[in-house]
């Protein structure tokens, strides 16, 4: 039936189907239901990170174990599994795990290390990563939190946060500091960056030019004054659990 959650839960959440197959024949979907994207791990740290490699490392389709059994006996063939995404969110929270591991000669991950710097796009394209894959789902990156710590045990916290176009600002306890030229400064800033939260192109309030953002109290005024604004962004209509267990026999190929 039809499951209704707040309005901050309509911003955030989003659905992931896990593909299981065999030969390429799908033996179990299942769906989980979250808020935030967690990157889990970076490998071969020898190599430049970007978010859209981990991207890539979170979504591809991994082979199980050939000793994977059957609920009714025997091992399955050529077992599969893919992550992907079956919803997406307005807001997408994407949590990175910045411990990677280098690559030994074997080909298996060993010795644990901390990432550095990664490189974060201003836009991102979620559109591979979606059971669809057909449409362009164009986020733009609007806030970063990030912890500068020595030991891993505690650290300082600061925010990122996008005003316009090319302005940002930089919260830090009770400080509020304009960032002149953040692109350029990616590269430190992404050091410490473990929250990435971009919005939505055409799903979100588009982000304001940066002489619009001198008036900004102005146009948000208007804006949430504006009938047809309302109705573009209003929350997402309730997700049925009963529209995903009809397609439960979708065919999808690994």
């Not at 394209?125 to 710590?149: A, C, F, H, P, V």
Request: charged share 20%; aromatic share 12%.
């Amino acid at each position: 039936g039809e499951h209704y959650y707040s309005i901050i839960d309509n911003l955030f959440k989003f659905i992931s189907i896990i593909i299981l197959s065999e030969n390429n024949n799908i033996y179990r979907k299942i769906y989980t239901m979250d808020s935030i994207l967690n990157i889990h791990k970076i490998s071969d740290t020898k190599s430049p990170k970007t978010l859209t490699q981990m991207l890539i490392n979170n979504f591809k389709t991994e082979e199980l174990p050939k000793n994977t059994k059957k609920n009714n006996g025997g091992f399955r063939i050529n077992p599969r599994k893919i992550l992907k995404l079956y919803t997406l969110p307005r807001y997408l929270i994407i949590m990175i795990n910045k411990t990677g591991y280098h690559i030994n000669s074997k080909g298996l991950e060993s010795n644990p290390v901390n990432i550095d710097s990664f490189v974060i796009p201003l836009v991102l394209n979620m559109k591979d990563y979606t059971i669809q894959g057909e449409n362009e789902e164009i986020y733009d990156l609007t806030g970063i939190i990030s912890n500068y710590t020595s030991t891993g045990k505690s650290g300082h916290y600061v925010a990122y946060t996008r005003k316009s176009i090319t302005k940002w600002n930089m919260y830090s306890d009770s400080l509020c500091t304009p960032i002149p030229d953040f692109s350029d400064q990616l590269d430190r800033i992404s050091k410490g960056a473990y929250v990435l939260i971009y919005n939505h192109k055409g799903k979100t309030i588009p982000i304001p030019s940066d002489k619009d953002y001198e008036n900004t109290t102005t146009i948000a005024a208007d804006t949430y004054k504006n009938e047809d604004y309302l109705n573009k962004y209003q929350p997402y209509k309730a997700v049925s659990y009963t529209h995903l267990r009809a397609h439960e026999t979708d065919s999808y190929l690994v």
